[in-house]
Antibody, heavy 119, light 110 residues
Framework: EVQLVESGGGLLKPGGSLRLSCAAS????????MSWVRQAPGKGLEWVGR??????????DYAVPVKGRFTISRDDSKNTLYLQMNSLKTEDTAVYYC??????????WGQGTLVTVSS | QSVLTQPPSVSGAPGQRVTISCTGS?????????VHWYQQVPGTAPKLLIY???NRPSGVPDRFSGSKSGTSASLAITGLQAEDEADYYC??????????FGGGTKLTVL
C-alpha cells in the first residue's frame, strides 16, 4: 500500500523558515517524480513544485509564487522528500500535500501538514 | 483566478446525473495536454478520480466518467449518491505555467 506521510508543519512568523518532510513507502521512491501542492484555508489547490527522479536528472521546477524561496530535495536512501521554505509570507499559509507524480498527474496524495504564517 | 475555470457549485438529487465543466485555453487544454480530475471529501486529502481525460484508476466506480474536447473538459457523475458530495478539481498542464488546477466545484447532493 502506498503511503505518503508529511510532517514538519507549524506556526511561524513572516520571514521565517521551515522544512517539511514526506516519508514515502509502498512504491519505488527513487524512480518516482514527486511534487508538493498546497491548499490555503477554504481555497483551491495550488501546485508548488516538483522534483524528478535522479534517473531523469533530479531537476526541480517551481511555481512562480515560491520560486527563489522554496527548495525541493529528496533523499532516496531514506525514501523521503523535503520542502525547504524560506522568507515565508502570510500568503504561504496552507495545508501542504506531498504527492507522487505520474506523467502530468498525481496518483497518490499524503494527508497534508498545516503551515501557518502569522505575526 | 485559476487558469482553468470551473463552476463554483453544482447540485443534484440522488440518482441523477450531473456534469462539471473545466474550461481552459490554447496554452493548456487546447494545446493537447491531458485533463485529470480529483475528488476531495471535506476534511480529507484529494484523491485521483480520472486521469488522462477519461481513465479511471482502480477502485473508482464507473459512475464517474471524463471527456475532453477543444479547450474544455467535463466530469460526469451518474446515479448520484450521498457519498459523492465533495469538492472536485480539474488539473492540466500549461505550456507557460506548468501544472495548473481549476478553482474547484462543490457538489451538493440534495
Amino acid at each position: 500500500e502506498v503511503q505518503l506521510v508529511e510532517s514538519g508543519g507549524g506556526l511561524l512568523k513572516p520571514g521565517g523558515s521551515l522544512r517539511l518532510s514526506c516519508a514515502a513507502s509502498g512504491f519505488t521512491f527513487s524512480n518516482a517524480w514527486m511534487s508538493w501542492v498546497r491548499q490555503a484555508p477554504g481555497k483551491g489547490l495550488e501546485w508548488v513544485g516538483r522534483i524528478k527522479s535522479k534517473t531523469d536528472g533530479g531537476t526541480t521546477d517551481y511555481a512562480v509564487p515560491v520560486k527563489g524561496r522554496f527548495t525541493i530535495s529528496r533523499d532516496d536512501s531514506k525514501n523521503t522528500l523535503y520542502l525547504q521554505m524560506n522568507s515565508l509570507k502570510t500568503e504561504d499559509t496552507a495545508v501542504y500535500y506531498c504527492l507522487s507524480q505520474r506523467s502530468n498527474y498525481f496518483d497518490y496524495w499524503g494527508q497534508g501538514t498545516l503551515v501557518t504564517v502569522s505575526s | 483566478q485559476s487558469v482553468l475555470t470551473q463552476p463554483p457549485s453544482v447540485s443534484g438529487a440522488p440518482g441523477q446525473r450531473v456534469t462539471i465543466s473545466c474550461t481552459g485555453s490554447s496554452s493548456n487544454i487546447g494545446a493537447g495536454y491531458d485533463v485529470h480530475w480529483y475528488q476531495q471529501v471535506p476534511g480529507t486529502a484529494p484523491k485521483l478520480l480520472i486521469y488522462g481525460n477519461s481513465n479511471r484508476p482502480s477502485g473508482v466506480p464507473d459512475r464517474f466518467s471524463g471527456s475532453k474536447s477543444g479547450t474544455s473538459a467535463s466530469l460526469a457523475i451518474t446515479g448520484l449518491q450521498a457519498e459523492d458530495e465533495a469538492d472536485y478539481y480539474c488539473q492540466s498542464y500549461d505550456s507557460s505555467l506548468s501544472v495548473v488546477f481549476g478553482g474547484g466545484t462543490k457538489l451538493t447532493v440534495l
